[in-house]
T-cell receptor, first 116, second 115 residues
Framework: NAGVMQNPRHLVRRRGQEARLRCSPMKGHSHVYWYRQLPEEGLKFMVYLQKENIIDESGMPKERFSAEFPKEGPSILRIQQVVRGDSAAYFC??????????????FGEGSWLTVV | DQQVKQNSPSLSVQEGRISILNCDYTNSMFDYFLWYKKYPAEGPTFLISISSIKDKNEDGRFTVFLNKSAKHLSLHIVPSQPGDSAVYFCAVSNAGGTSYGKLTFGQGTILTVHP
C-alpha cells in the first residue's frame, strides 16, 4: 500500500495532555499538508511542509500547535495541553515534488482525536 | 467569511439518474478547482479537477463544469450508483508558489443514491 499513512487512527487524550499525530507521505512525495475537520464543518488547511522546512503555517493556531517534517521519518503534528475544542479529525495529505496535474493532493485516512 | 460555499447540505437521487452537486466561490484569484469524495471515518478521495483555462472536464461518469463569470462550479455524476453515496467536497486553490496544495474546502454535500 503506497498511500498516505497516518497513525494513530484514533487517539483519546485528557485535557492538558499532549497529542502527537504522525504522517508518512506517499512514496515519491516530498510535500506534506495537514488539514483539520471539526464536527459538521469542511476541512481547513493548517500547515504545508517540505523536508525540514515549514513553507506555510497560516492555518495553524498560534499557540500549542506545531508541525515538523524531519529529514528522516514521518511528519509530526503536535498539540500541547489539549483542550476539548481540539477534538477533530486531522488529515494529512501529500503531493509529489513535481506535479504536472495541478494542485491535486492525496489524503490519508485521518487521525481522530478525542479530548475528554 | 466563507470563500467556498456548497449551499445544499444534502441531495437525494434515484439510481441511474443524474446527480448535480454545486459549489460557489467568491475569490476570482482561484484558478484550480477540485472535487473530493469522502466516506465516514475515511480520508477524502480525489475525484476530478479543472483549471481555470477550461470550462469542462470529463472522466468517466464524472464531469466538472466551471463558470468563471458566475464563480460557480458543478459536478455531474451520470448515471448515479448507490456506491456514489458519500459526502462530496469542492475545493479551490490559487495554483503556484507557496499556495501549491493549499486548498479551501466547501462544507460538503451529502449525496444519497437510492436503489
Amino acid at each position: 500500500n503506497a498511500g498516505v499513512m497516518q497513525n494513530p487512527r484514533h487517539l483519546v487524550r485528557r485535557r492538558g495532555q499532549e497529542a502527537r499525530l504522525r504522517c508518512s507521505p506517499m512514496k515519491g512525495h516530498s510535500h506534506v499538508y495537514w488539514y483539520r475537520q471539526l464536527p459538521e464543518e469542511g476541512l481547513k488547511f493548517m500547515v504545508y511542509l517540505q523536508k525540514e522546512n515549514i513553507i506555510d503555517e497560516s492555518g495553524m493556531p498560534k499557540e500549542r500547535f506545531s508541525a515538523e517534517f524531519p529529514k528522516e521519518g514521518p511528519s509530526i503534528l503536535r498539540i500541547q495541553q489539549v483542550v476539548r475544542g481540539d477534538s477533530a479529525a486531522y488529515f494529512c495529505a501529500s503531493s509529489p515534488r513535481e506535479d504536472n496535474s495541478g494542485n491535486t493532493i492525496y489524503f490519508g485516512e485521518g487521525s481522530w482525536l478525542t479530548v475528554v | 467569511d466563507q470563500q467556498v460555499k456548497q449551499n445544499s447540505p444534502s441531495l437525494s437521487v434515484q439510481e441511474g439518474r443524474i446527480s448535480i452537486l454545486n459549489c460557489d466561490y467568491t475569490n476570482s484569484m482561484f484558478d484550480y478547482f477540485l472535487w473530493y469524495k469522502k466516506y465516514p471515518a475515511e480520508g477524502p478521495t480525489f475525484l476530478i479537477s479543472i483549471s481555470s483555462i477550461k470550462d469542462k472536464n470529463e472522466d468517466g461518469r464524472f464531469t466538472v463544469f466551471l463558470n468563471k463569470s458566475a464563480k460557480h462550479l458543478s459536478l455531474h455524476i451520470v448515471p448515479s450508483q448507490p456506491g456514489d453515496s458519500a459526502v462530496y467536497f469542492c475545493a479551490v486553490s490559487n495554483a503556484g508558489g507557496t499556495s501549491y496544495g493549499k486548498l479551501t474546502f466547501g462544507q460538503g454535500t451529502i449525496l444519497t443514491v437510492h436503489p
